[in-house]
């Protein structure tokens, strides 16, 4: 159950561009002039999970038609979920291997896995379409995350935002893991129900702690940074 009532009407993701993986990062969404440029290992891990979120998708699709269907196109369904498994699994294996080679991300996986509600897609979703966070201030950490309060939020409800892209994947990711925080994570399932207490909506609460959850990400970021640089 919910901390408190969850809208049915809408949610944070209620986004006619959350499925677009065709804009670039690094054309459509700017980055801070401050930001280092990505390098060739951030690269090979965005498209790699560019390629997993697609897989993904399909996978989604292909359960959704699941159901009492003719034996043999169960059969084809079955067949198509256990092949998109298996790529998903061999990409999976292949960011595993990026990332083993690069010792500042790997570094800064093992980091952010470590908080609770964060998983490895997640952490691997922020490494590759983020990057190094501890680069950002946290109002551009939040701003570029696509985590930042809208300007069509109220105190009742959450206006519905136009993100497309992999921004849109980076906000659906830090989405599900402050969901998962909310019941997992001591101190932000605290600061949810402080927030339903006061009569905030369960969807408010929740934008309220996905932001919590990306700058406290983002401050142990810059204290490893710091720790490795002394």
Known sequence: MPLCHTPSSFTLFDDPGNGDLSCNLFSKIKPPPNITPPTADRKALAELMDRRNQLSDVLGQEKNRLGENHPSVEASIHRSLTFLQEEIEDIDQAIKGVLAKNQQMSSQDRLFQSVHGIEEVTSWTILAYLGD?????RNQLVAFSGVAPSGKDTGERIGKRKIRGRKAIVRRSIYMAAKCAATHNPVIRAYVERLCKRGKPYEIALGAAMR?????????????KQSSAG
């Open 133 to 137: 966070i501890s680069q950002f201030k």
């Open 212 to 224: 919590k959850l990306l700058i406290h990400l983002h401050s142990l970021s810059k204290k490893q």
